[in-house]
């Protein structure tokens, strides 16, 4: 009976445990251990068989975070939350014992469904006899007088109903649990905001550095699911750019697939979410959010059910004005709901999460037309290598029997017609052998294997291909080269680089004028420079020089004949022999090409 129990060990046991609880030392524990001790507590010494605290969540609701005396009932109670209206009920309904509140079962009666656990037993006969559907429990106030929670006992030991002595003991608890409650709250959400604002801290740092949407979701998903504590989470980006996939990640890596009419849902939600700059709970707790359509809130909330979703947070992501995705936090039934601070803390993320979804979404877009230009080039790479290759073959044929023409007899005019079609045949030679060597250049898939090439051999082979015309126009040649520059390289396609620098040199001369040629040489690299003082290349025509086709907008260079591959083909190569070109030039007074490839 508690009626027995001794003043000196009812204080010992009182004092039991509050100390530590509301010392430092309790600072490592969870709200749940603490109170628990104080639950152990009322039953142990205020005599009862049953004691259950519950808390104020966010939500309006209450719910039992510690249970002692009877494992049934722990079972059956942990974690159960009732909205605050259902207390106000029984407060209406109860009889007041100072700051106890007693329910009589006769006042119970078409209650009983509401009452969570009713212990089963016969009560005693005694006018004063404790009855299974009798309730007693205090309302945990704070300093305004706010309901923080509620105290709630059972079958008192000896199964009266508790008389003054037993009650007064019990207030006792009731003063120190509302202080403890208090403080445990306050450390609660003290403790939460923490763990959220570092939770925050890290999907920034993590979600910043992440090119692609996917590479965005892979990141960040479990640095939000843990921040969060969610179950699951539905990242997803409007244009559907990337992954961004109709679907709801589990931390099992489950992919659930969201119904179109549910998606849809969400972007209009999340919409409007981003222009309020507010989240959305979606939770049979909770009322649907303005602006949604209730018979879409059911629906959903039927769907969640049927994933196994018990509450879930829509955050809209973006940047500035613009909402760009959503991010769906969700959780599974029995664990608890969102909080205000949860709620604040998406907010918090969902513009740094928006920046990095515009970050990846641009870098898709750069990506695409990236690929695009890719796709081209390889179709025009394959035309010009089909094309060049179809010539061929006719314009050998063609050649051939021009060759077999020469020591025909023919009349002065038929020679001078056949010495035309020649000309223009080996014109189309020139052409065919360039596209030819342009594709051949550009291949990825034909790497250059070095050989030591004698840079001075190529060039005064290629001083000698143009001698005849150097020396009908008047110019003068000068080759100024060091001892040994020997490239790492391929001799044909060096040749060919040497001989395209060296005869533009003397095309684009004026008469009388002269080319000079300097080879050189350092620790890990050769050059070659070829200056001229000739027509020289305007700053515009420069930035153009190297692309295929490209031709001089200098009329007087214009008159000279040519197809505008050379220099594509010149710098393909100085690409595939990782070297380096650049021009010096200014128009009308000449150009320097100067080409610098890694040593032998
Ligand atoms: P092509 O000589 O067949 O026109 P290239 O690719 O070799 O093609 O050269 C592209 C253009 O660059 C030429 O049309 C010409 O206008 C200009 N160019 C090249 N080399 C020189 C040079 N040494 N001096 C002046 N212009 C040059």
Same mark, same amino acid.
């Given at each position: ?233 539905w990242l997803h980006a409007f244009d559907n750019f990337g992954r961004g996939a109709d679907a709801i990640y589990s931390t099992d890596d489950r992919e659930v697939v969201l119904p179109p009419e549910l998606v849809d ?49 829509l955050v809209s992501l973006g940047a500035g004005e613009e909402c760009l995705g959503l991010l769906v936090l969700v959780r599974n039934p029995g664990s608890r709901e969102w909080r205000r601070s949860d709620a604040r803390w ?107 090439? &004698?840079?001075? =051999? #190529?060039?005064? !082979?290629?001083?000698? +291909?143009?001698?005849? %015309? $150097?020396?009908?126009? *008047? /110019? ?47 620790? &890990?690299?050769? =050059? #070659?420079?070829? !200056?001229?003082?000739? +027509?020289?290349?305007? %700053? $515009?025509?420069?930035? *153009? /020089? ?55």
């Amino acid at each position: 009976m508690p009626e027995n129990i001794e003043e000196t060990d009812e204080d010992a046991a009182f004092l039991h445990g509050f100390d530590r609880i509301l010392s430092g030392a309790w600072s490592a524990q969870l709200l749940a251990d603490s109170l628990r001790v104080l639950a152990d507590g009322v039953c142990e010494v205020a005599g009862f068989g049953v004691a259950a605290l519950s808390v104020l969540r966010d939500a309006g609701h209450l719910e039992i975070v510690a249970v002692a005396g009877n494992s049934e009932a722990e079972r059956e109670l942990l974690g159960l939350t009732r909205p605050i209206s259902e207390l106000e009920k029984d407060i209406a309904d109860s009889v007041a014992w100072g700051t106890l509140r007693f329910v009589p079962h006769e006042y119970v009666l078409g209650r009983e469904d509401d009452m969570g656990w009713v212990p089963t037993f016969t009560p005693l006969e005694h006018e004063d006899a404790w009855h299974p559907l009798d309730m007693l429990f205090a309302p945990l106030l704070d300093e305004d007088g706010e309901v923080r929670g509620v105290l709630t006992v059972d079958l008192p030991v000896g199964g009266l109903r508790p008389g003054p002595r037993q009650q007064s003991l019990l207030r006792r608890y009731v003063d120190v649990s509302s202080r403890v409650v208090g403080a445990l709250l306050e450390r609660e959400r003290a403790a939460e905001e923490l763990r959220l604002a570092a939770a925050a801290r890290n999907i920034v740092r993590v979600a910043s550095g992440q090119l692609s949407l996917d590479q965005l979701i892979e990141a960040s998903q479990p640095e939000i699911i843990d921040g969060f504590r969610a179950e699951g989470m539905w990242l997803h980006a409007f244009d559907n750019f990337g992954r961004g996939a109709d679907a709801i990640y589990s931390t099992d890596d489950r992919e659930v697939v969201l119904p179109p009419e549910l998606v849809d849902a969400a972007h209009s939600a999340a919409r409007a979410a981003w222009a309020a700059q507010r989240v959305i709970v979606i939770s049979r707790e909770r009322p649907a959010a303005t602006g949604i359509d209730p018979a879409v809130f059911e629906s959903t909330l039927r769907y969640f059910e049927s994933i196994n979703v018990a509450t879930a947070l829509l955050v809209s992501l973006g940047a500035g004005e613009e909402c760009l995705g959503l991010l769906v936090l969700v959780r599974n039934p029995g664990s608890r709901e969102w909080r205000r601070s949860d709620a604040r803390w998406a907010r918090e993320i969902s513009q740094d999460l928006g920046r990095a979804m515009f970050n990846a979404r641009t870098f898709e877009r750069e990506r695409k037309v990236l690929e695009e230009v890719r796709a081209l080039d390889s179709y025009k790479s394959r035309l010009i290598a089909t094309v060049s290759h179809e010539l061929r073959t006719p314009l050998t044929g063609i050649l051939g029997y021009l060759e077999l023409l020469e020591d025909a007899q023919v009349g002065p005019d038929t020679r001078r017609q056949l010495n035309v079609v020649e000309r223009n045949a080996r014109r189309l030679e020139g052409l065919v052998v360039d596209l030819l060597t342009l594709s051949r250049v550009g291949d990825p898939a034909r790497p250059v294997s070095p050989l030591p090439v &004698d840079l001075r =051999t #190529l060039v005064a !082979s290629a001083v000698e +291909l143009v001698g005849l %015309e $150097a020396a009908r126009r *008047n /110019l003068r040649i000068d080759v100024v080269a060091q001892e040994h520059v020997v490239a790492a390289g391929e001799s044909a396609e060096l040749d060919r680089l040497c001989s395209n620098l060296v005869s533009n040199a003397v095309k684009y001369s004026h008469d009388g004028g002269s080319v000079r040629i300097t080879l050189g040489a350092d620790a &890990d690299s050769v =050059t #070659l420079a070829v !200056s001229d003082d000739g +027509l020289g290349i305007s %700053e $515009a025509d420069q930035a *153009n /020089l190297f692309g295929e086709f490209f031709r001089s907008t200098n009329p007087e260079a214009l008159a000279q004949p040519g197809t505008g591959l050379g220099l594509a083909i010149v710098q393909r190569i100085v690409q595939r022999h990782r070297g380096r070109i650049e021009v010096d030039s200014v128009l009308g007074e000449g150009s320097t090409f100067t080409v610098t490839l890694p040593r032998a």
